[in-house]
């Protein structure tokens, strides 16, 4: 059975710091890009950030560098999201996805058919 379990979100406050966790079974870890995509009520799901077991390629928003860092630790097929300086205008479900091969240079939701549960990253003024 595939499946990605997203874990790791909470309430935090401005400034504060989280690390997710998206952990992949049922695949093959090393085909595969693993996407972090966050949702904001009322607003459409855009693409955090990306790392590609398949080729390394990776992808991060601009609105995210220099204060989000993904990671990958292949022995426990599980990516990493390390949010620092966090801001209310972070506040959203977080979701991982997977895709076949390489980080595209502008992710979009709708070409991923694997997806985690999603998890409730809230940071507070």
């Known amino acids: 059975e595939v499946q990605l379990q997203a874990s790791g979100g909470g309430l935090v406050q401005t400034g504060g710091s989280l690390r997710l966790s998206c952990a992949a079974s049922?695949?093959?870890?090393?085909?595969?890009?693993i996407t972090w995509f966050r949702q904001a009520p009322g607003k459409e799901r855009e693409a955090v950030s990306c790392?590609?077991?398949?080729?390394?390629?990776?992808y991060s928003a601009d609105f995210v560098k220099g204060r989000f860092t993904i990671s990958s630790n292949n022995a426990k097929n599980t990516v990493y999201l390390e949010m620092n300086n966090l801001e209310p205008e972070d506040t959203a479900v977080y979701y991982c996805?997977?895709?076949?091969?390489?980080?595209?240079?502008?992710?979009?939701?709708?070409?991923?058919?694997?997806w985690g549960q999603g998890t409730q990253v809230t940071v507070s003024s």
């Open positions: 790392i590609s077991h398949y080729d390394g390629s990776t």
């Open positions: 996805a997977a895709l076949l091969g390489y980080c595209s240079p502008y992710p979009v939701y709708f070409e991923y058919n694997l």
């Open positions: 049922g695949i093959n870890y090393d085909d595969y890009a």
